[in-house]
């Protein structure tokens, strides 16, 4: 039983001299017209083809409805009945009767230009979807790899396409089912592509964390840079600038207040009266402390990190002996400045100031995050 040929063949049929030229020309003119769009296509500029544009280059194929009619009376045509039109079928077969590679790249993208707004019917935030393409991994979502131009992307995508079709995209006289496998093998690649980023994108989009970094971005060679360091670095300015008094609900949180203790009231005031003395040597401690979370957490590091991990982690911390030692030295001073009939443990004195200096970055990070 041999093969259906209808599309193939009333699109033979209508064809023109030099239609797949003024095809060419018309993509080229719409290249030329949107480059920004079409270099970019997805965070500052999203590529839009407007109907205007895509009746006028489906005219050029020259199918009346009654051709239409013919095509749509195919065994295959009800198969992809939805996604099948005149000018998608019409690019595809531009391509295998003339091998150049500019209307598969206008077919690929004519498709991602109709799926992103489906996918993106609302809330679209161009830095948050610059976060999303940044720290995806997945193939499907390559902008990174390929500088965040979709012109690229798609590029890629057809040189894939064209090095697994080979034979099938040089059958002149191409079958009805051939085509419409061709076809949906494009439109496949393009949806699961805008589907997967669309998902990392409202993941994000509605993280409370990467709504935290949006606050705190800081713009880098005119983009807007999200990163959870950003805002563990005003954690950490907000936590030295804390660190100008001394806090009588910090001190509570780290023990320094107990009554009738002789020992704690005199470390608590030895603190307070001195806490200019030993301010600079507090900064230094707190900023080894942030320091050293950070080395630990390594690439782990984030927002939702720091608010579930930090304060759990250092307060159990292993190998903080150097830490401890630049806490001595603090010790060392606020004792030499009492009564030295008053015993002190210094080993106690050390984990309240350390403790405190916990403390008072938790509490600082607070309304942050």
Request: charged share 25%; proline share 2%.
């Given at each position: ?74 065994p295959e045509y009800s198969k992809f009945a939805n996604s099948a039109s005149i000018l998608k079928l019409g690019l595809l077969i531009s391509y295998i009767q003339t091998g150049s590679r500019i209307f598969l790249v206008f077919l690929f993208m004519l498709d991602y230009s109709a799926r992103m707004p489906k996918y993106f019917k609302r809330d679209y935030d161009r830095n948050i979807m610059r976060y999303t393409l940044e720290n995806s991994a997945d193939d499907r979502t390559d902008f990174k790899r390929y500088g965040m131009s979709l012109i690229t992307v ?216």
């Amino acid at each position: 039983m041999s093969k259906s040929t209808v599309i193939i063949d009333v699109y033979n049929a209508c064809k023109v001299p030099n239609r797949d030229i003024e095809v060419a020309k018309k993509i080229n003119a719409f290249f030329k017209n949107n480059i920004q769009a079409v270099s970019d296509g997805i965070i500052n500029t999203t590529l839009k083809i407007s109907g205007t544009i895509r009746d006028d280059m489906a005219s050029s194929y020259h199918l009346s409805t009654a051709d239409w009619k013919k095509i749509q009376a195919s065994p295959e045509y009800s198969k992809f009945a939805n996604s099948a039109s005149i000018l998608k079928l019409g690019l595809l077969i531009s391509y295998i009767q003339t091998g150049s590679r500019i209307f598969l790249v206008f077919l690929f993208m004519l498709d991602y230009s109709a799926r992103m707004p489906k996918y993106f019917k609302r809330d679209y935030d161009r830095n948050i979807m610059r976060y999303t393409l940044e720290n995806s991994a997945d193939d499907r979502t390559d902008f990174k790899r390929y500088g965040m131009s979709l012109i690229t992307v798609v590029n890629k995508k057809v040189d894939t396409y064209i090095a697994k079709f080979g034979k099938e995209l040089s059958i002149k006289n191409i079958d009805d089912k051939t085509l419409r496998l061709l076809l949906q093998s494009i439109l496949t690649r393009m949806n699961a592509m805008v589907k997967a980023i669309s998902q990392k994108y409202y993941k994000n989009f509605y993280d409370k964390d990467v709504k935290i970094m949006m606050q705190y971005s800081k713009t880098q060679d005119g983009k807007q840079v999200l990163s959870p360091v950003n805002v563990i670095e005003s954690v950490r300015e907000r936590s030295i600038d804390n660190l100008a008094y001394p806090s009588e609900v910090i001190l509570k949180m780290a023990n320094f207040v107990a009554g009738g203790n002789l020992e704690l009231a005199t470390e608590c005031k030895l603190l307070i009266d001195y806490w200019r003395q030993v301010q600079s040597g507090l900064v230094k401690v707190s900023n080894m402390i942030l320091d050293d979370w950070i080395k630990r957490i390594g690439s782990r590091i984030s927002v939702k990190a720091f608010r579930t991990e930090f304060l759990r982690t250092m307060s159990i911390a292993r190998n903080v002996a150097y830490i401890m030692n630049e806490i001595d030295s603090i010790v060392n001073t606020l004792i030499s400045k009492g009564n030295p009939t008053i015993k002190i443990e210094r080993i106690e004195f050390r984990k309240r100031i350390y403790l405190y200096l916990l403390a008072n970055m938790y509490m600082q990070s607070k309304d942050l995050i």
